[in-house]
């Protein structure tokens, strides 16, 4: 069995038993979250979200990238979010590895090299700080004032705000 079959078959069992509203694709919390695909954060528990309160975006390393900026855009202007949670955290790959040494890596591997940026970085409160940045200063996003940036620690689930 696959492991895209194991979670077939989960879905089956659990049924209708996920809470919240379905109605809309509009989020009651009018918030949007965006963090890393990492395995280790689990967004609704972290936040005790249920479904339709709020938009989700990961990415690797929960960086802002332009795809992110046009996931935001569309989320504001046409879904109605008014506020942005970028949630980085402790222990991140993308912290193991520099920018020119993945694209290295990828283009000896297949003879092209990567036209996208990595973002890795050394200090994730860096990154944080980029990534808040970078919101805030799109022209594409009405809604630029609260815009919070935070570090979840995987290994204690606390989250720190960054200034």
């Known amino acids: 069995?696959?492991?895209i079959d194991v979670l077939l078959k989960?879905?089956?069992?659990?049924g209708d038993v996920t809470p919240g509203d379905r109605s809309s694709p509009r989020p009651s919390l009018q918030v949007t979250i965006l963090t890393c695909m990492d395995a280790?954060?689990?967004v609704f528990?972290?936040?005790g979200l249920i479904q339709g309160e709020s938009h989700i975006l990961r990415n690797a390393g929960g960086v802002v990238t332009d795809d992110t900026i046009r996931s935001l855009a569309l989320s504001q202007r046409k879904l109605?979010?008014?506020?942005v949670l970028i949630v980085q955290h402790t222990d991140c790959g993308l912290s193991m590895v520099t920018e020119d040494d993945f694209k290295d890596?990828?283009?000896?591997a297949s003879g092209l090299r990567p036209t996208w940026s990595?973002?890795?970085?050394r200090e994730v409160e860096d990154s944080v700080r980029r990534s808040v940045q970078r919101v805030r200063r799109s022209d594409f996003l009405p809604h630029t004032d609260n815009v919070r940036g935070f570090v979840y620690d995987v290994k204690t689930g606390r989250l720190s705000e960054v200034a």
């Open 1 to 3: 069995m696959t492991s």
């Open 10 to 14: 989960r879905n089956q069992e659990l």
């Open 40 to 42: 280790r954060i689990r």
């Open 45 to 47: 528990e972290i936040f």
């Open 80 to 83: 109605g979010t008014r506020e």
């Open 105 to 108: 890596e990828l283009e000896a």
């Open 118 to 121: 990595v973002e890795a970085f």
